[in-house]
């Protein structure tokens, strides 16, 4: 969502007549676009941010400013920390940026709320070249896991209207694009009047030239029989791959993270997915280490990740966040315990991966297209229905898309080699 918020930010200031550069010297003006999920994204920004106000001792009228969930988490307390910096603009007042930086609104911090903002009106930058773009369909978030941070820096739920959705997609597709992923802390929860998100999904699919659709990321407690309806109605164009957080197999935690479903419930979700779509991916999230959780509960995480066989795990410790409910908690597990299960969820992550990906070896796969490998220059990157990396070998193509058949596979990556008809890549 940042990477989409920062697309848009650049085109409205190329709109007002500004330019980019890749070069932070020659910038006058640089805004870090920041996350505050974790402690260390926080961390990071923070630092990244020092180091670049160091920069306005030798060129005073270069201006740096922070935008982003940090921005609207911290407000004041950033100025304290890096007097020089010259805005803080929060989640909803990113329009100010154009103002400060003609000098024509004071240096201050922006961080009011504003429940009716959907973002800029202006469409994502799309590099010439680039076939896959975001569009962020809502903005907030009113699930208030008691870990989470986004619902106080974000907002409340706001759904932008499905008419601005689908014409920044079919622009996106007159500049090339043929895959859409869409947006939100919680996808499933989108409503504009009577469209939910299962009406919307079936009109983005509806729109030629798109050819593929994702969206991230689900909620299980929203996540409903309908939307599966609509992909499997559209199955040549909305992949059978689902980002679906779990975040705990214990039903105690998952109640003491306000999570809104238990494990019957998730698994139920879970069965219904394979049961329509047998080759389905599902990857999640995981937190260890959560307040209260012991040795049984987190036994029960490694018993459903087991079951349900996930193709990918992002695995995380718990840390606090200050203004969660979950900061008021003991934080009684102790660090290294946090760090040993989170050790163990990532190897059997991996396995779990890897048993995906050998799956796919023998497989015939409609991938995308994408650049020159940096790793591997004689390969192109492209992009599986899973999502999974496929490497091809370089040469011309005369499509986006490719039938490859995959032949090798490591955790993340898959090798493939074009099917070719007539001498001529298909």
């Not at 330019?19 to 920004?45: G, M, P, S």
């Not at 003609?102 to 959907?118: C, H, L, M, N, P």
């Not at 998952?254 to 394979?274: C, G, H, P």
Request: with cysteine; hydrophobic share 40%.
């Amino acid at each position: 969502m940042n990477r989409y918020d920062s697309a848009v930010l650049r085109s409205f200031l190329e709109e007002k007549g500004h330019r980019w550069t890749d070069d932070v010297v020659d910038a006058d003006l640089i805004i870090v676009n920041t996350c505050a999920v974790r402690q260390h994204a926080e961390n990071r920004a923070i630092g990244r941010l020092e180091e670049l106000v160091s920069l306005k001792r030798k060129q005073p009228d270069k201006k740096v400013g922070i935008i982003g969930c940090v921005a609207q988490e911290l407000g004041e307390k950033i100025f304290k920390k890096i007097p020089t910096l010259d805005f803080v603009v929060g989640t909803d007042k990113i329009s100010a940026i154009a103002d400060i930086i003609d000098g024509t609104a004071e240096r201050k911090v922006y961080t009011d709320i504003d429940e009716k903002f959907y973002g800029l009106a202006s469409p994502p930058h799309i590099e010439d070249g680039d076939f896959s773009a975001f569009v962020t369909i809502m903005r907030g978030c009113d699930n208030f896991c008691s870990y989470c941070i986004v619902p106080y820096v974000r907002g409340r739920e706001r759904s932008k209207p499905p008419q601005k959705i689908i014409d920044e997609i079919k622009l996106a597709a007159e500049r090339g694009v043929v895959e859409i992923t869409l947006l939100g802390q919680n996808v499933n929860s989108y409503r504009y009047g009577d469209i939910d998100f299962s009406k919307l999904l079936e009109m983005v699919a509806q729109i030629e030239n798109i050819a593929r659709i994702r969206f991230i990321t689900n909620h299980p407690k929203d996540f409903s029989k309908k939307i599966l309806d609509v992909v499997e109605k559209y199955r040549d164009k909305i992949p059978a791959s689902f980002h679906l957080p779990l975040q705990s197999g214990s039903d105690k935690i998952l109640a003491a993270m306000n999570r809104k479903y238990t494990i019957s419930q998730y698994l139920s979700i879970v069965e219904d997915i394979y049961r329509r779509f047998p080759d389905a991916i599902i990857t999640t999230d995981i937190i260890v280490g959560f307040p209260g959780e012991d040795e049984n509960d987190f036994l029960q995480t490694i018993t459903a990740l087991n079951e349900i066989g996930f193709g990918g795990i992002f695995a995380f410790r718990y840390s606090v966040r200050n203004g969660t409910k979950a900061a008021k908690l003991k934080d009684n597990v102790p660090e290294t315990e946090k760090i040993a299960r989170l050790n163990e969820i990532i190897k059997l992550g991996i396995r779990l991966a890897q048993k995906y990906s050998k799956k796919q070896i023998g497989t015939i796969q409609k991938v995308l297209l994408g650049n020159i490998s940096k790793k591997n220059p004689e390969f192109i990157t492209s992009t599986a229905p899973s999502g999974r990396v496929v490497l091809i070998p370089r040469r011309e193509f005369f499509k986006k898309f490719v039938d490859v058949k995959i032949e090798k596979a490591s955790t993340w990556v898959l090798w493939g080699k074009p099917i070719i008809f007539h001498n001529k890549p298909f």
